[in-house]
Structure formats: structure tokens, C-alpha cells
């Protein structure tokens, strides 16, 4: 079936994939991360829209004075699993996921420009999920700690209990292995080799261990799993190489430059060229900032960000401004609260080399990004379709609570 329904939510029982990273005072969950269907054309110099398929959401939660029911379920929303639907580096496949409702996820494909459902899964506000794109579906339920994996085409469940005491922030699943990344401190990473049945505690350097860090996101390359270090600095970046038969090792960590005070890394998206990184910072003397930093190499020493200010009562209700971002090629593209899509064109001499052991990021200017606004509507989501560099997916929300989906050529 083509999946172009309009959908309305009228409950706030949320799955958790939709909000990872629930944390004390300053430490706020990001809005974020899945996909669907549908279509606009945009070009870094000036932009068309073309709409062909309906389906979108909008977060004016409070600008629009939605009910408290409202805020908390939007709040819920924009918090979904980066690996349930972003760019997290797994290649390959023609299958991705939709949230279809509160209870309900759904793999697709992309065929003939719209969104073909293939099979629809049941889930729960305590549900994480992700797919490797091929075979698979992994549904993680954090309430007993159990996995169930799902064979797309022969339509088997295979279910598996966890032998640790988890709490989960992310997953990814690729052909081999199943990974979680934890808000554990001392155990935060582990593996399950799916062929022979069994789960790897993986390695984490002694120099780093901190019962406050946590693994936020994981995304992958050819070669190696690399894990986000999300809190206390210094922050790192963690390397352990892949292989398809036993359990991974350690290959090294990097020390990431920094964005400023407070700084929690939420959402990770890599590229063959580029690693995009989202965070949020607090000063006491300039509020909060979020940023998206891009560095243009794994040796993580050329970077910038991208900055955008926000108000101290946008962080402490929850409001985040960059709902999501995509790596496309040479252009960073991203979902803005109130500018809608913005297109940014990645110049090699924007990237600056860090030239000491602890450096800022390099700034460049949010006005060289040029925005194409939604009236009435916010874009919360941005997927990009497997193995296509010329189309991704818009999630809209409108005023009244309705999602719709747009493809969007660029």
C-alpha cells in the first residue's frame, strides 16, 4: 500500500524512541529524528516547492497555546530515535521506518517517487527501534529489557533477553550486530552478534570512565562503530573496529573540540566526507546556544559550527530551534523551528584546524544559510532515503496537530 494517509495524534502515550535523552536541569532531551513520505524542490540559491504527497507536524506548542495534553506529547515527539530514522551511516538497503501512530511503526520503501508501506509493527511508549535497511527490525523494550528482531521478508521474530541492567539511550543495527548505547557511566556500549547468539560488553578506556557520561548516538563507516560521547569534558569520540564474526575492539578515541559551556552532544550523522554533530550549550553570561558542527575528516582536528541562539524560556520549556540536520553531499541541511528548511553550502575554507589540545569550533555565520519559511507549519524531521543523494523527507506539523510528508529534491 502507498503510505499517504493523513494522520492526527490525540494521545500523549509516546513511544520512548521519541524521547532518548531525558536528563536533569540543563541536560534536556532533543526533539528529533524519524521520517516518512513526500515532495518539494529546493536549490541553495532560491527555492521552489513543489508539495506531492500530504502528511506533517508542527511544534507550536506553546506559540500556538496548545493544552498541556498537547505539550507533553509534542515534547515526547520531538525527542524520537536518531537511529530509528536518521543518517547514522548504515548503507546498503531500500527499507526504512515511519512512525505510522503513537503504536505503530511501519518499513518502507521508495519506489516511483512515494513512500510504498511494506509491513507494519506494534510498539510502545516504551519502545526504541531501528533497522539496518536489508533484513531486520529491532524493537527494544526498556520496561523488561527484552529485543524482539524481525525478519522483514519471512516475517520471523526472534526474541532476546538482555543479560545487563540497561538504560538505553540509542541503537543500531547492521548486518551482524545489534549495538546499545547506554546512560550508564562505567557500562555504556554493548554488542550482540546476532548469528552466534551472544553479547559483548565492549571496551571503554580507563582514561575516560565517568559515572555521568553516556553514549548518545551511534553511527558507523565502512570500517569502524563510532560511539558519541554525550556528557562531562572533555568530550570523545570512540573508534572500535568492525568485524562479522566476534566481538569488536577498540581501535582509539579522539577528544572533540568544543562549543562552550555545558555543552551535551545529542545527534551524530556521518557521511563518507563529513560528521555532523548536534549540541547544546549554557552559559550563565550569553543563555543557551544549540549548534551543529561539522568536521570534515575522522581525525576530528578541521571543524565548524554552525551557532543559533536561544531563549533561557525555550530551554527551560523544552523548545529546541534546530529540530533536525542532514548531510547531503557539500550541503548541511536543516529543520528550523521558526525558518523552516534551511540549505547551507559546506565550503572546504570554512573548516578550521584545532591548534591546541582543548579548542573552540570555528564559527560561521547562520545567515549564510538560506531558509525557505513553512507558514503555519514547522518541519520537526528530516530523513533521508537510503542510498539516494538527491531526495530526502520532510515530517511537517501543522497548527492542528496533524503530520504530513513531503520528498523534497535538492
Not at 167 to 193: E, S, W
Not at 208 to 234: E, G, H, Q
Not at 361 to 377: F, G, H, L, T
Request: proline fraction near 3%; include cysteine; hydrophobic fraction near 35%.
Amino acid at each position: 500500500m502507498i503510505y499517504n494517509k493523513k494522520t492526527e495524534f490525540r494521545n500523549s502515550n509516546i513511544p520512548l524512541g521519541m524521547y532518548l535523552s531525558v536528563e536533569n536541569s540543563r541536560r534536556q532531551p532533543h526533539p528529533v529524528k524519524d521520517a516518512s513520505l513526500t515532495g518539494c524542490k529546493i536549490d541553495v540559491m532560491a527555492f521552489s516547492t513543489k508539495r506531492c504527497i500530504p502528511n506533517g507536524i508542527r511544534n507550536g506548542i506553546w506559540k500556538f497555546g496548545y493544552s498541556n495534553r498537547y505539550r507533553l506529547f509534542f515534547i515526547l515527539l520531538f525527542c524520537i530515535s536518531l537511529n530509528a530514522f536518521g543518517q547514522n551511516g548504515v548503507k546498503g538497503g531500500r527499507y526504512f521506518l515511519l512512525l505510522k501512530d503513537k503504536s505503530t511503526i511501519s518499513v518502507n520503501t521508495f519506489e516511483n517517487n512515494e513512500i510504498t508501506e511494506i509491513k507494519t509493527y506494534p510498539i510502545s511508549e516504551k519502545s526504541l527501534f531501528t533497522t539496518d535497511q536489508k533484513q531486520r527490525v529491532a524493537i527494544l523494550n526498556i520496561a523488561n529489557d527484552s529485543i524482539s528482531l524481525h525478519d522483514i521478508e519471512s516475517s520471523t521474530e526472534l526474541k532476546l533477553s538482555i543479560p545487563f541492567q540497561l538504560m538505553p539511550k540509542t541503537v543500531l543495527l547492521n548486518d551482524d550486530n545489534l549495538f546499545i548505547g547506554v546512560n550508564n557511566g562505567i557500562k555504556m556500549l554493548f554488542q550482540y552478534h546476532i548469528q552466534s547468539d551472544k553479547w559483548y560488553q565492549l571496551e571503554f578506556p580507563k582514561e575516560i570512565l565517568n559515572p555521568f557520561k553516556t553514549i548518545d548516538d551511534l553511527v558507523i563507516n565502512d570500517s569502524l562503530l563510532i560511539a558519541i560521547d554525550n556528557k562531562v569534558i572533555p568530550k570523545y569520540i570512540l573508534f572500535y573496529r568492525l568485524n562479522s564474526t566476534d566481538k569488536l575492539a577498540l581501535s582509539h578515541f579522539k577528544e572533540l573540540k568544543t562549543n562552550g559551556t555545558y555543552e551535551e552532544i545529542h545527534q551524530g550523522r556521518i557521511t563518507s566526507n563529513y560528521l555532523g554533530l548536534y549540541s547544546i550549550t549554557y552559559s550563565g553570561y550569553v543563555g543557551p546556544y544549540e549548534h551543529i558542527t561539522i568536521y570534515n575528516d575522522l581525525d576530528l582536528t578541521s571543524s565548524f559550527a554552525i551557532s543559533t541562539k536561544v531563549s533561557r524560556e525555550e530551554r527551560e520549556k523544552s523548545v529546541f530551534i534546530f529540530k533536525d540536520f542532514l548531510l547531503i553531499n557539500d550541503k548541511l541541511v536543516i529543520a528550523h523551528k521558526e525558518k523552516g528548511l534551511g540549505i547551507f553550502k559546506i565550503e572546504d575554507s570554512y573548516f578550521k584546524e584545532s591548534k591546541k589540545d582543548y579548542d573552540f569550533n570555528a564559527r560561521e555565520s547562520e545567515e549564510k544559510v538560506i531558509y525557505k519559511q513553512y507558514e503555519n507549519e514547522e518541519i520537526i524531521r528530516l530523513t533521508k532515503i537510503p542510498d539516494n543523494d538527491t531526495k530526502i523527507i520532510l515530517t511537517i506539523l501543522n497548527k492542528a496537530g496533524e503530520i504530513r510528508q513531503e520528498i523534497c529534491e535538492m
